[in-house]
């Protein structure tokens, strides 16, 4: 009989599509030769996407491995949507019969179908076909958590979560202030509140969830949603923390000019500003940033990325015209130590590198894994989707950041004052907040690498997954 195969379901997105790919890998290596992999892509509605997706799936087949790809047939967007989470929901669930077909006519047996968390409307094809299902969290446990709580929490308090007295429960965590929740969250009227919801409500019909976390880092959240404290009344689904799933590449043979850089500064000196694939600055926040900079003394990395050009969609920042965005001077009068890179940053590479000693990030779920994987501590600085409650965690959970006033009814907007103080008490020795996250930071360093060595916490989950679907297929 044929090898029988998993079939991920990833949407586009680099940071879910590159994650799912590379969790799949290792469940195939963990399975001994005892699982294939079949990836159901879909066309990435938009030109950008569309060319960085077939990039990725490029160089995977090249590298010799046992993945199908299954390119599924283009459908046409919804055009009346009002956010990106509403888009991506109902864009996938217009897949559903195309997807359908194809696990329907694969000649292997199908193991498993994993789905990326925005393609919970597809839990109805694996019901009808009586194929196992999981739902892969790109993002942490407290995020899990938190949509599996959230229609119960939408029952619990009437009005917007903005003008509720008191703290949003989440178990597992602490305390959280209304304020940190999700963007799609704050805003009740908003189908893409709707959309969370129903997501969380649907995690419940999975075999499991597939988290890209690592239990040493959240090990109470990760216990109340396997203890079914989330969503009482409804099945606990299986949880399998199989973090950090990244993918660490060796590093180029001709070294990146920021990494040339860095290699001249001191070690731990150096702090790295980077807002991920969305986040850039206006002039007026560029500014504020500049003067923090200048004003904390320390040595900087800045990844400055400028508004969407006229007719790029919205997630789509632009190279930065640094003419434009800084303050008269600044590069010269900064020219001894800092270097401002206009375009993408080789993220990685940088957190990597021994001069880097803390990270200003829109804490992004991938930048944070990479940043603790290098034992780099943070200054979370949330922009969009799910960062607010990463930033919360991150300062109040795991202990691994140092907190910055973030203005959110601002659009997100930092005072340099702000961050001056921030950058100053994540850096600086003698201060007590920094040497706390800087200990906490090398200590989940230690834990991650742990977590996927043999005999590891994630090495044992991926384990118990393969035995599961293993087992899920010869029935
Ligand atoms: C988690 O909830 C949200 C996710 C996204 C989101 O959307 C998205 C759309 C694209 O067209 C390209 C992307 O690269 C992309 C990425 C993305 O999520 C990112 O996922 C990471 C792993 O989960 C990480 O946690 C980041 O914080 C996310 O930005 C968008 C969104 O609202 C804007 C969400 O609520
Ligand atoms: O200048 C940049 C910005 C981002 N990234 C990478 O893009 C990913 C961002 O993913 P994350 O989940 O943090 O945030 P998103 O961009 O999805 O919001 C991470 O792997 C980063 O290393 C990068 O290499 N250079």
Redesign the pocket.
């Given at each position: 009989m044929t090898t029988p195969t998993v079939v991920l379901l990833p949407v586009w997105?680099?940071?879910?599509l590159?994650?799912m790919l590379d969790a799949g890998k290792r469940l195939l290596a963990r399975s001994g030769g005892a699982l294939s992999l079949t990836v159901l892509v879909m066309p990435a509605p938009g030109e950008n996407h569309r060319c960085e997706v077939a990039a990725h799936i490029q160089r995977e087949e090249a590298s010799g491995l046992d993945i199908r790809f299954h390119h599924l047939p283009a459908v046409e967007p919804p055009t009346d949507c009002l956010g990106i989470e509403e888009f991506v929901s109902r864009f996938v669930q217009l897949h559903a019969a195309h997807v359908k077909a194809a696990v329907s006519g694969l000649a292997c047996p199908v193991a498993a179908l994993v789905l990326d968390f925005f393609c919970t409307t597809m839990l109805d094809v694996s019901r009808e076909l009586a194929v196992p299902a999981y739902v892969y969290i790109?993002?942490d446990a407290a995020f899990c958590a938190l949509l599996l709580r959230l229609p119960a929490l939408h029952e619990e308090v009437a009005v917007e979560f903005e003008e509720m007295e008191g703290m949003v429960g989440v178990p597992g965590l602490p305390p959280v202030p209304p304020s940190s929740l999700p963007v799609p969250v704050m805003d009740k009227k908003n189908p893409n509140y709707t959309w969370f919801m129903y997501h969380g409500r649907r995690f419940t019909e999975a075999k499991g969830v597939i988290i890209n976390t690592v239990t040493e880092l959240e090990q109470s959240v990760l216990a109340a949603i396997g203890d079914g404290w989330c969503a009482p009344g409804f099945p606990a689904p299986a949880v399998y923390p199989v973090g950090p799933v990244?993918s660490v590449t060796p590093p180029a043979e001709q070294p990146h000019e920021c990494v040339r850089w860095l290699d001249a500064q001191p070690p731990a000196s150096v702090v790295l500003l980077?807002?991920?694939?969305?986040?850039f600055s206006t002039a007026a926040q560029a500014h504020e940033i500049a003067h923090g900079l200048e004003r904390s003394g320390h040595r900087f990395l800045w990844?400055l990325?400028g508004p969407p050009a006229a007719g790029a969609g919205p997630g789509q920042p632009s190279d930065a015209d640094l003419g434009e965005l800084l303050p008269e001077g600044f590069l010269e009068r900064t020219k001894e130590k800092g270097l401002v890179?206009p375009?993408?940053?080789?993220?990685?590479e940088i957190?990597a590198h021994a001069a880097v000693g803390g990270f200003v990030?829109?804490?992004?779920?991938?930048?944070?894994l990479?940043s603790l994987w290098f034992g780099v501590p943070m200054v979370p600085w949330p922009?969009?989707?799910e960062?607010h409650l990463n930033a919360f965690t991150l300062v109040a959970y795991m202990g691994v950041a140092v907190a910055m006033e973030v203005d959110r009814k601002r659009n997100n907007f930092v005072a340099a004052s702000e961050l001056e103080r921030a950058v100053k008490a994540l850096m600086e020795r003698d201060s007590e907040e920094g040497k706390r996250a800087r200990e906490k930071a090398a200590e989940m360093k230690a834990a991650c690498r742990k977590a996927v060595e043999e005999g590891g916490s994630s090495y044992s989950a991926l384990g118990r997954l393969s035995e599961a679907i293993i087992k899920g297929a010869s029935k």
């Open positions: 997105a680099a940071g879910h590159m994650s790109t993002a990244l980077c807002f991920g694939s969305m986040g990844a990325r890179w375009t993408k940053a080789p993220q990685k957190l990030t829109h804490g992004g779920w991938n930048s944070t990479e922009l969009y989707a960062q």
